[in-house]
T-cell receptor
């Protein structure tokens, strides 16, 4: 398993601003993922964060809106840029990979409200 | 593509009642199947998993059996407690092992004392 710390745990932001969410893992992991959970909805994968290369984005998500960094095997950031109220969601970091079994592990999430 | 379907709507039941949440899936190959739980105000926790047909995952009194013939992974608990109130997500892990998950819509479970 892995212990995942996400910061901030919650934030209220003004529209048009940007927020960077940090994800720190207590061990080196191969795969890191960012998910969005809109109010009352399921989880949608935003992108896979690749160490040393560009993130791989899912359909409907673009780098300009959700830039991602993955500088090493224990850390990643997701930025939500030029926010609008529609970006109000829970953003979750997830890790998986070699030595961790088939499942993925999740951070506590960042609850973002855009006003 | 791979997908997961959960039964519609929240589930409200009394303490000590029997809980069933239905989950069916569509996938190529032989995916791994999971149930995750999200308690109020928290992230997702893995509740149980099954990696091949006929496997039974179990944890905290919850069980689910990987049924390939019916492409199902229904979650059951014989006697729920108030502390089981949460949102439950069924998820499918890609056969080709890149650990990406496809989630069902989730079911809110409310257990009344």
């Amino acid at each position: 398993s892995a212990v995942i710390s996400q910061k901030p745990s919650r934030d209220i932001c003004q529209r048009g601003t940007s927020l960077t969410i940090q994800c720190q893992v207590d061990s080196q992991v191969t795969m890191m993922f960012w998910y969005r959970q809109q109010p009352g909805q399921s989880l949608t994968l935003i992108a896979t964060a690749n160490q040393g290369s560009e993130a791989t984005y899912e359909s409907g998500f673009v780098i300009d809106k959700f830039p991602i960094s993955r500088p090493n095997l224990t850390f990643s950031t997701l930025t939500v840029s030029n926010m609008s109220p529609e970006d109000s969601s829970i953003y979750l970091c997830s890790v998986a990979g070699q030595g961790m079994g088939v499942e993925a592990f999740f951070g506590q999430g960042t609850r973002l409200t855009v006003v | 593509g791979d997908s997961v379907t959960q039964m519609e709507g929240p589930v409200t039941l009394s303490e000590e009642a029997f809980l069933t949440i239905n989950c069916t899936y569509t996938a190529t190959g032989y995916p791994s199947l999971f149930w995750y739980v999200q308690y109020p105000g928290e992230g997702l926790q893995l509740l149980l998993k099954a990696t091949k047909a006929d496997d039974k995952g179990s944890n905290k009194g919850f069980e689910a059996t990987y049924r390939k013939e019916t492409t199902s992974f229904h979650l059951e608990k014989g006697s729920v407690q108030v502390s089981d109130s949460a949102v439950y997500f069924c998820a499918l892990g890609a056969y080709y092992g890149n650990n990406r998950l496809a989630f069902g819509k989730g079911n809110q479970v409310v257990v009344i004392p």
